[in-house]
Structure formats: structure tokens, C-alpha cells
């Protein structure tokens, strides 16, 4: 099958640093291609901005156009509307924590964005069930097919080296804004014992410097080297994960591949089976969300022996879960259905 992969034009892909979707759209077409496909990605980056998108959308449906294809796969709003249209076989994935925090202009544009390329598409995957039955209740019909499939996660390239683990250091990943919520997870470790690496751009200095003063145990390492980042996945003990609104997070199936027991809140519900991955606690209220957090780092802490059980659920819900192999078939599937007649 001939896949073209429509990336937002902002970020390349693979992604030279942060880029969750980026990472995304990189790792599907090695999947897609080990499974026999011929798979062409479109993107065009400018200057790395957020605006970027728009100029790249504008002449996605001519790089898209330059060679035959079967079916086309975009994963950003603007992009998924400009290419959409009735002879175009167009399969768009939702990647945006729109559908449920709206708090500015742009968000509020943004879902607009969103509901309107989901109506427009010839199918859309959505990366869990709340988020399909979500689209299926606010996107005016008639509504194209949606089907649930999560990404996946390369297992070989996230893995655990347990004889690096002490139980003191904890790991954070992503962008540190004040929507990630890291002062809370800052908080959460003061007085454990444990020490918390934060990895992401910094967007804001002044945001930054108000988790730092949470403590010395907190260090913001900013964005690392890929190698970097593995390892940090595989010598740390516990992946902390306070952001409250997220859609599915790259970051806690690369935790989970990694053998990292995670601790969020309802960003990772649905992920993490509490009491065996990890654990999921109320986050509505910051402060009881904090002292649970700070409960089960200091209960992890003192328990060798739990931090390897649930290390080893971790994982092995990675491999059983999350494989991009599988993932990628079910994406196929999708395709086949959709694909423009020979």
C-alpha cells in the first residue's frame, strides 16, 4: 500500500529534540514500511514555530499530489483541513488536549479546528475510547468511521537496566509550562528522599524558576540528546506524570517500556492499572493530589521489591499493549478500508 504521512511543518521528523507527535509519525512509518508499505512522509519545516503550520498547510495538498498514493495520514488540525475533500482518501489522528482544556481564544479556535477535520475525513483514529465517544458527541454529523487505536512504543529502544536503580531518582518528561503541572510533582517529592530530573524545553523561565524553588532535589535539565533521555528512562526508578489534561501520553508508554512505575493523575487513567503499573490519584485538588503522590514515592522508596514488580508490569504491559507491530496492523486496516481504488 502507497501511505503518505502528513506531518504539521513545524517540528522534522524524526524530531531533532521534543516532538511527541513528530516521534509519533516517525516511528509509524518504520512499522508500516517493516510491514511491506511504501511510505512517504510530507513535511517542511521553516522556524520551528507554532505559526509554521499554516504556510505548510498551504502547500501540503501540492507535495502531497507530487506521487501516487492510496491513502493519506494527517496528525495536525490545519493540515487535515486543507487536505480534506471528497476524492481524497484522508485518515486524520487526533493529537490535541483541546477536546477537553479550553482556557484562551486559541484553544477554543483550536477545537473548532479539530471537530471540523474530524467531520471531513474519510475515517479518524482516535487514541482512546473517551476521546471517540468524546468526538461523537460534540462533532456535528454525519460522522466519518472512528476507530480507537492507541500509538505504540518501541520497546527495544526503551528498557530498563535495573542494576542503575537505587529508588531515589525520579523522572519527569515534557514541555515545562505551567498546563504540566511539575511544582506539583516538585512538591510531591520534598522530604521523600528522592530526587526529580525534569526533561523538556523550558517555554517559560519564570515558570521554571518557580519549580526550582521548590528545592535542590529538583533539577531541570531542559531538552537532551535522545541517548540521553533513554538512559535517564532506564537508570530511573519512577516516571512522575502531573499534567492533568492529556489525550494519551508518549512519555508514560515510553515510561511503562522503560520499567518505570508511573504516578499521575487523570492523564494517565486508563494507561496505568493502578496498585500494578503504577498509581492514578485524584487531581482536582492539587494539595490532596500532592501529599497521595509524596504517600506512594515515599511507600516505592522503601520497597525494593515492589519497584521491581511493578517495573516488570510496567514493561510487560508495554510489550502486550503498546507494540508497535500490532499498532501498525491496525492502522493497515484502517487504510485498506479508506484507500483510493487502484
Known sequence: MRIVLVGGGVQ????????????????????LRAAGDEVRIINRVRHRRTRDEIPFALEAPRLVNEHPY??????????????????RPLVYTSHSRHWYFRTQLSHRWGYWLERR??????????????????????????LPPIEVIPFGVDATVYAPRWDQRTGRQALGVGVVAPFKRWHLAARAVRGTGVSLSIVGPIVSEGY???????????????????????????????????????????TVLEGLAA????????AVAGVVEPG??????PDTDPEPFVTALHARLVALEGDATIRRA??????????????WPAIAARHREVYRRVAAPS
Do not use: K
Open 12 to 31: 522534522p521528523i524524526p524530531p531533532t529534540g521534543y516532538g511527541a507527535v513528530e516521534r509519533i509519525i516517525a516511528d509509524l512509518a518504520s512499522a
Open 70 to 87: 492510496d491513502v493519506v495520514h494527517a496528525h495536525t488540525p490545519v493540515v487535515a483541513n486543507r487536505l480534506a475533500g471528497p476524492r
Open 117 to 142: 477535520a474530524v467531520r471531513r475525513s474519510r475515517a479518524v483514529i482516535a487514541l482512546t475510547e473517551p476521546l471517540a465517544q468524546t468526538m461523537a458527541r460534540v462533532v456535528r454529523p454525519p
Open 208 to 250: 521554571a524558576e518557580a519549580v526550582r524553588s521548590e528545592g535542590p532535589h529538583v533539577r531541570l535539565l531542559g531538552e537532551v540528546p535522545d541517548e540521553e533521555l533513554r538512559r535517564l528512562f532506564a537508570e530511573s526508578d519512577y516516571l512522575v506524570h502531573p499534567s492533568q489534561v492529556e489525550i494519551l501520553s508518549a
Open 259 to 266: 520499567g518505570l512505575p508511573v504516578l499521575g493523575g487523570s
Open 276 to 281: 500494578i503499573t503504577g498509581w492514578v490519584e
Open 310 to 323: 511493578m517495573g516488570d508490569a510496567a514493561r510487560s504491559a508495554a510489550l502486550a499493549r503498546y507494540a
